[in-house]
């Protein structure tokens, strides 16, 4: 039968769980050409980490929470810079919005991690267990050791985590004006990048950081009701964070490859030997300079000719199939020979279809989303995004130029 302390279980590994998808999907299926996968993913396993620790404590695994306590609070202050450091990747930048070393968005977490270890070194086993099961802040013993140990408690929840949480929006807010005034003397400036999903990943960033801090002061053990409202709003902000970041990270896979410039089939003869990464595929030693152009002469004919691309569920294998060739040695010259991937071919000739498309007076009637499908884009955004970085306007702004 389900009673409040079955709730509380559940959502408490519910969070852990739903977190550790997220994280795993970030880091295992890391892209080699992804910059921004790697901080995106370590996000994720931070906040996964820190959901751990406060399940052993809750749980009642006082005897491991008592030796992760040290690293509880350190975890909780890193959480947000290194959503900053995804702003940075993601954005390809390390001067202007993001021009500070990356270690200087650690210090807080650092400095804490310092003192709490100097805090439990001070404090005996009995001192330690006394701390921790009054609840840090609640302690009311006028012990040296622990009278220490509960400063570096309060400072860390509420004072550093406090100046983080209200100074880091108006940062925020600084980055995305810069932002909005590089975009606007170059229109296909990060084209790939949400500003929206961006204001909710901070905002449940930040929210996630401040239940996390609350639940330390006000939340003990035995207090079910509180932890369980404290879960409920963890596993929605932890949610919500995981979700658009993978949307934002499949967005930047599928727009940053879109090349510009058309690849000709003699570039390939002009790509020296050395330039072949054998290590990136275990085919690499197999496909010939003359086997790669044969390919890319077979692609683009096969994509000029039967336009593949309009087919929205179309894949990686379904095109090397149709071209006569493995998947492995397709993948292999379109990303070391072409130096794109698959969604930047295929989006590419889905916007040149685009463009024809809204060009025609017969099509005036139909809508931009309309239009999307019809070339293959599975979402809108996927297709203003490239539609966007290629002609460098908006598919609404292409439409309206093009009719007068």
């Not at 408490?12 to 993913?41: C, E, H, W």
């Not at 390809?92 to 993001?98: I, T």
């Not at 622990?146 to 100074?167: D, E, K, M, P, R």
């Not at 902000?237 to 058309?262: C, H, N, R, W």
Request: charged share 15%; glycine share 4%.
């Amino acid at each position: 039968m389900l009673n409040l302390d079955n709730l509380n279980i559940i959502l408490f590994i519910l969070p852990v769980y739903q977190m550790m998808f997220y994280a795993v999907q970030l880091i295992t299926l890391r892209k080699r050409n992804d910059p921004s996968r790697r901080p995106l993913g370590f996000l994720m396993l931070l906040m996964l980490l820190y959901l751990v620790i406060n399940a052993t404590r809750y749980l009642g695994y006082f005897y491991l929470f008592k030796y992760l306590y040290m690293i509880q609070l350190p975890i909780l202050l890193a959480i947000i810079p290194t959503y900053y450091l995804y702003l940075r990747a993601i954005s390809n930048s390390s001067v202007g919005m993001f021009s500070k070393h990356p270690l200087v968005y650690y210090l807080p977490s650092i400095f804490m991690l310092l003192l709490n270890v100097v805090a439990f070194i001070n404090m005996s086993p009995v001192q330690t267990d006394f701390f921790l099961s009054s609840g840090g802040s609640l302690s009311t013993n006028k012990d040296n050791a622990i009278s220490f140990a509960v400063l570096v408690f309060l400072l860390g929840n509420a004072g550093f985590i406090a100046t983080q949480v209200i100074i880091s929006p108006f940062h925020y807010i600084s980055m995305m004006h810069k932002l909005i005034n590089v975009r606007k003397n170059n229109t296909t400036y990060l084209p790939h990048f949400q500003t929206l999903w961006s204001h909710v990943i901070l905002f449940s960033v930040i929210s996630f950081v401040v239940l996390g801090s609350l639940m330390n002061f006000l939340t003990p053990a035995f207090n079910h009701i509180l932890s369980t409202i404290f879960n409920i709003g963890i596993l929605i902000s932890g949610g919500l964070a995981g979700y658009f970041s993978l949307k934002q990270d499949k967005l930047y896979i599928e727009v940053a490859s879109v090349a510009t410039e058309e690849f000709k089939v003699n570039d390939a003869a002009d790509i020296p030997h050395n330039a072949i990464h054998k290590a990136d595929n275990k085919h690499a030693e197999t496909v010939s300079h003359e086997e790669a152009r044969n390919i890319i002469s077979r692609l683009q004919h096969h994509l000029v000719n039967d336009k593949p691309y309009l087919n929205s569920k179309l894949g990686a294998m379904d095109l090397a199939r149709k071209i006569s060739t493995s998947k492995q040695k397709f993948t292999y010259v379109i990303n070391n020979v072409m130096g794109t991937n698959f969604y930047g071919i295929i989006n590419k000739y889905r916007v040149l279809e685009a463009k024809e498309l809204l060009k025609r007076p017969e099509n005036q009637n139909y809508s931009i989303d309309a239009i999307s499908q019809m070339v293959g884009f599975q979402s809108k955004s996927s297709f203003n995004g490239c539609f966007k970085k290629i002609t460098g306007l908006t598919p609404s702004e292409f439409r309206k130029n093009n009719g007068k």
